[in-house]
């Protein structure tokens, strides 16, 4: 009877591995979900490092290029027809805005905050995904180890007994899913923090020159309207005639 009752044991018994790669393959249940879903996330945050940092050296690129030039521009028309012809550059974005519309310097100071708020907008594309990983992926990781230590504790009351081969795979998931969560999150967090100075700088620098661009956009406004004065009094310098008397 002891040998009939041993035998279905050894026929069921699963050689355990516990190496890192067998513990995520095989992970159970939730743990599994959890491990890879970070693991999805820990390459995720790695693209998004890696285009984000071409977009953010393409638009300083082109940005320090366009202001080195806009700044031999000494009219409006010189100014607008280097927007056009850096067309790419944040800086020039803001500028061919400032072409569309006429008036005075309050009005023109108003819509290039607003392009300047458009660029930040498509500067920082991205960057929440990035915030978001970097913050969830330590309590997502949590989960999973939290998991399998319910997972042990079961095993052990299943098995009624602590030994290392019952405690050992949901244990080694738990961690599992933790390293991976913080291997997700830190490299999340510096990368974050790395673009988005980057970032700053760049919506820095914009918002410095914009404010001798918007000068240089309300001087044909002002010319504009400072001609209606002359005009005024070139008639004005005309002689009234005089009414002879009776």
Same mark, same amino acid.
């Given at each position: 009877?002891?040998?009939?009752?041993?035998?279905?044991?050894?026929?069921? @018994?699963?050689?355990?591995?516990?190496?890192?790669?067998?513990?995520? /393959?095989?992970?159970?249940?939730?743990?599994?979900?959890?491990?890879?879903?970070? !693991?999805?996330?820990? !390459?995720?945050?790695?693209?998004?490092? &890696?285009?984000?940092?071409?977009?953010?050296?393409?638009?300083?690129?082109?940005?320090?290029?366009?202001?080195?030039?806009?700044?031999?521009?000494?009219?409006?028309?010189? /100014?607008?027809?280097?927007?056009?012809?850096?067309?790419?550059?944040?800086?020039?974005? !803001?500028?061919?805005?400032?072409?569309?519309? !006429?008036?005075?310097?309050?009005?023109?100071?108003?819509?290039?905050?607003?392009?300047?708020?458009?660029?930040?907008?498509?500067?920082?594309?991205?960057?929440?995904?990035?915030?978001?990983?970097?913050?969830?992926?330590?309590?997502?990781?949590?989960?999973?180890?939290?998991?399998?230590?319910?997972?042990?504790? /079961?095993?052990?009351?299943?098995?009624?007994?602590?030994?290392?081969?019952? &405690?050992?795979?949901?244990? *080694?998931?738990?961690?599992?899913?933790?390293?991976?969560?913080?291997?997700?999150?830190?490299?999340?967090?510096?990368?974050?923090?790395?673009?988005?100075?980057?970032?700053?700088?760049?919506?820095? @620098?914009?918002?410095?020159?914009?404010?001798?661009?918007?000068?240089?956009?309300?001087?044909?406004?002002? *010319?504009?309207?400072?001609?209606?004065?002359?005009?005024?009094?070139?008639?004005?310098?005309?002689?009234?005639?005089?009414?002879?008397?009776?």
């Amino acid at each position: 009877m002891a040998f009939l009752q041993s035998a279905p044991e050894a026929a069921t @018994a699963v050689p355990i591995k516990l190496d890192p790669v067998s513990l995520v /393959l095989h992970a159970s249940g939730p743990v599994f979900v959890v491990v890879w879903s970070l !693991v999805l996330a820990a !390459v995720l945050v790695w693209v998004i490092a &890696v285009l984000k940092i071409l977009q953010l050296s393409r638009l300083s690129s082109l940005e320090a290029r366009f202001e080195q030039e806009s700044a031999q521009a000494h009219s409006s028309e010189q /100014l607008f027809a280097l927007a056009q012809r850096h067309a790419d550059a944040p800086g020039a974005r !803001v500028v061919l805005e400032l072409s569309r519309r !006429v008036g005075g310097s309050r009005l023109l100071d108003s819509i290039a905050k607003r392009a300047i708020v458009t660029e930040s907008q498509r500067a920082s594309a991205l960057m929440p995904t990035l915030s978001s990983i970097a913050a969830a992926s330590p309590f997502i990781g949590l989960f999973g180890t939290v998991y399998g230590i319910m997972d042990a504790f /079961l095993r052990i009351g299943q098995q009624k007994s602590a030994s290392l081969p019952v &405690v050992a795979p949901a244990i *080694g998931e738990a961690l599992i899913a933790t390293a991976i969560g913080l291997f997700a999150a830190i490299p999340a967090v510096i990368a974050y923090n790395a673009l988005n100075k980057r970032i700053d700088d760049l919506l820095a @620098a914009l918002e410095a020159a914009s404010e001798g661009w918007v000068e240089i956009a309300s001087l044909s406004a002002r *010319g504009t309207q400072d001609t209606i004065p002359l005009a005024l009094q070139r008639t004005s310098d005309r002689p009234t005639p005089v009414m002879p008397r009776s």
